[in-house]
């Protein structure tokens, strides 16, 4: 184990400055091993989120608002304090309900944090 101390520029990222993904979300920061994400949506900005699957799990804390998520044929309604996981490679989608904003974690990190994407 490394003895040499962190740099807080290497180890933090501050919203206002972080990589927007192609879907509208906030590449918050990433590690090896797991991801963190900000989604801050509107109705209708859902379109793109039609049933898909992801090559990493997904774990999520509603902070305000409402959206509906598909997931296993059955449609939760995700709303502040409630939290939810996708698994790998699980089908699922997404439809904003009202102005949604949460917080994202994926393992293994989702693709993009490194290049915006």
């Given at each position: 184990?490394?003895?040499?101390?962190?740099?807080?520029?290497?180890?933090?990222?501050?919203?206002?400055?972080?990589?927007?993904?192609?879907?509208?979300?906030?590449?918050?920061?990433?590690?090896?091993?797991?991801?963190?994400?900000?989604?801050?949506?509107q109705p209708g900005d859902g379109?793109?989120?039609?049933?898909?699957?992801?090559?990493?799990?997904?774990?999520?804390?509603?902070?305000?608002?409402?959206?509906?998520?598909?997931?296993a044929k059955k449609t939760i309604?995700?709303?502040?304090?409630?939290?939810?996981?996708?698994?790998?490679?699980?089908?699922?989608?997404?439809?904003?309900?009202?102005?949604?904003?949460?917080?994202?974690?994926?393992h293994p990190p989702a693709r993009?944090?490194?290049?915006?994407?």
């Amino acid at each position: 184990m490394s003895t040499q101390p962190m740099q807080a520029d290497k180890v933090t990222v501050n919203a206002s400055q972080a990589n927007t993904g192609k879907l509208g979300q906030k590449l918050l920061i990433s590690g090896d091993l797991i991801a963190l994400r900000l989604w801050d949506e509107q109705p209708g900005d859902g379109e793109d989120k039609s049933v898909h699957t992801c090559d990493y799990e997904t774990v999520g804390y509603v902070i305000e608002g409402r959206a509906e998520l598909t997931l296993a044929k059955k449609t939760i309604v995700l709303e502040p304090g409630v939290s939810w996981v996708v698994p790998q490679g699980a089908e699922h989608s997404y439809r904003i309900l009202e102005p949604f904003r949460a917080v994202e974690a994926t393992h293994p990190p989702a693709r993009g944090y490194r290049d915006g994407k």
